[in-house]
């Protein structure tokens, strides 16, 4: 008889909504729809996810293994067995490590699935277990987690129930609308009792339409203005003095610091007027309870992890973590305390061939990995990631994968870009087909989902494939062999005080439980900030800012080639290359938003061709021609699916592979481009 099952969405996203599944007589699913139990769901899924049954059942979903017939990048395959597949990969990747060693093999993953086990589990075994190379997973928050720890020693957030009780929001390099639509209702609340919403961004979107006010700031400038508000606050004497006095380490040498960042030398780099920069210091400064929705845009600079640490001390600085509703929130997920080194077990490593730690390759620089490496990369294993789309310096990403010396393995349910360079393409389930367990970035709730559908043809999960693979090969620890639930028990292993009492039967029960952090969780009301001393430590000697070398600010000599900057924020209407595949989505990340100043000089209106170029490369887009963007930006959403472009060619293969001053992100949005009308 029809039923309703429970699942949680697995995409990344800081929302990690718990959805219900509505399955008729046949087993087959007809809606999902948001769980109105759960506090920050309540109900409703993006649009995104409301479509997500087309994806499930779209007759374009990979359903079998497949061995490449054709060239690399042409994306011909033949069926093949499940046996064939493994065997045929672990004779490969065997005879790869004993000619090469084991570091030639790389596991190359992201945020495909936010899932424990199909995220992080049996794969991370089995490649400790070989000794292959491990992967700097840095493609999205490394940078801002950088700078976060360093303004706060960790990176507990205000929780997103409180923005209900803010007086002042501010969303900083954070489209809500668009990327973190769950955060909305509690914004609309708090706005109904009063509260004012300002935007921070280059780009005047969704969320920036709906603000009581917008900054249209210029990209990579955002510590500029950071530091021009501590001036303001600490030149005018708004500092919370009993807060700052009692939980915090360094106040009279950051006032010296700030000193020289007066409201008009950052007007001058942000493009801010100093009349604004100074409103918006004593507002911020004198209401509370405020509040700052802070998003990664902010580090996907050059300078990026230390503009992330001075937005990041704010809160200290006005004392508003003091108050329910006040703080900064940038992720939730460090409060998610679990076994994490026994789920991925590390300590395999030393067990294995190589009998020490393997090296780190950056993800954010694959590129030059594949190409360039000692010793070389000759087998690549690719699952819940897209490099051939979103990774940056595309061209030399492309460039390596098409190598007849690299053995490429590609989990996936769609024929992606990265898919099409396969040499043994294998059928992956959605998060509707597989057990695991979730973590969120935007709120301190831990859940669980069984399937809720049966996956078709022979799709297998990330952590089924992993321990045929190991059998293959013949490795012997009998951690490879652990079930799902095995897995999840050893997960839930810890005694961290948040964890307290939560197990898998009760997960099982209940499918989502808050974490012990306290209701409300206020984690720095009185210190307790993750320093040596307790308190947030500002450490104005290691403070600085300088200009990105991309930008209009930068290098004057790169300005006079490529004199408009790029920005690639995330689609609204995708979820990073995910629904690539969808013709509205590959009409909108195919969209160059241009200020009509900037047009009008190139003879570009809406609709045009237009051609980006710099010295890496060069990709068509159709204009359309807006004053959202300030000027002197181009903005164009990200991740396309560059096969599906014109000349199979996207905005990444324009940015560059240097990497943010900490944490080793890439710098999507330090990027210098000219743009031609295309006749």
Known sequence: MPSTRHSVCALDCPDACSVLVDVDDNGRATRLRGNPRHPVTQGFLCAKVTRYLEREYSPDRILHPRRRIGPKGEGKFARISWDEAIA????????????????????????????????????????????????????????????????????????????????????????????????????????????????????????????????????????????????????????????VDRHTVGFAELQEKVRPWNPQRAADLTGIPAEDIVALAREYATTRPAAIRLNYGVQRSERGAMATRLIGLLPALTGAWKDVGGGVQLSTSQAFYLNRHGLERPDLQMQSPLGREARILNMSELGQALNTAEPPVK????????????????????????????????????????????????????????TDAYYAYGHYYLQLARPALQAPGEALPNTEVFRRLAAAMGLTDPCLRDSDDDMLRTLLDTSHPFLEGITLESLDERHFIRLRVGEPFLPFAEGGFGTPSGKCEFHAETIDFEVPVESRAGDPELLARYPLELISPKNSGSMNSTFGYRPEQDAETGQLTLHPDDAAPRKIETGDPVRLRNDRGECVMRALVSPVVTRGVVCAPSVRWPKLAQGGASINMLTSRRLTDKGGGPVFYSCLVQVERLD
Not at 117 to 127: C, H, K, P, T, Y
Not at 149 to 175: M, V
Request: aromatic share 10%; hydrophobic share 40%.
């Open 379 to 434: 087998a690549l294993v690719v699952y819940n990631s897209n490099p051939a789309a979103i990774a940056p310096d595309l061209n030399a990403v492309h460039k390596g994968l098409r190598r007849d010396d690299l053995f490429t393995v590609v989990l996936e349910q769609f024929q992606t870009d990265t898919a099409d360079f396969a040499d043994i393409l294998l059928p992956a389930t959605t998060f509707l087909e597989h």
């Open 88 to 243: 045929e990969i672990a004779e490969r990747l065997r005879a790869t490590a004993v000619e090469f060693g084991p570091e030639s093999i790389l596991p190359y993953s992201y945020a495909g699935t936010m899932g424990y086990l199909n995220g992080s589990g049996m794969d991370r075994r089995f490649f400790h277990a070989l000794g292959a190379s491990r992967l700097d997973r840095t493609i999205c928050a490394s940078a801002g987690a950088a700078g976060m720890t360093d303004a706060l020693g960790c990176r507990y957030s205000i929780e997103p129930e409180q923005f209900r009780h803010s007086k002042l929001i501010i969303a900083w390099g954070a489209n809500i609308l668009g990327t973190n639509v769950h955060l909305w209702p509690f914004i609309v609340e708090a706005r109904r009792s009063g509260a004012k919403f300002y935007t921070i961004d280059p780009h005047q979107n969704r969320t920036g339409r709906a603000a009581d006010r917008h900054f249209g700031i210029h990209p990579g400038t955002d510590a500029a203005l950071a530091l021009a508000l501590m001036h303001v606050i600490t030149a005018e004497g708004l500092e919370d003095r009993d807060y």
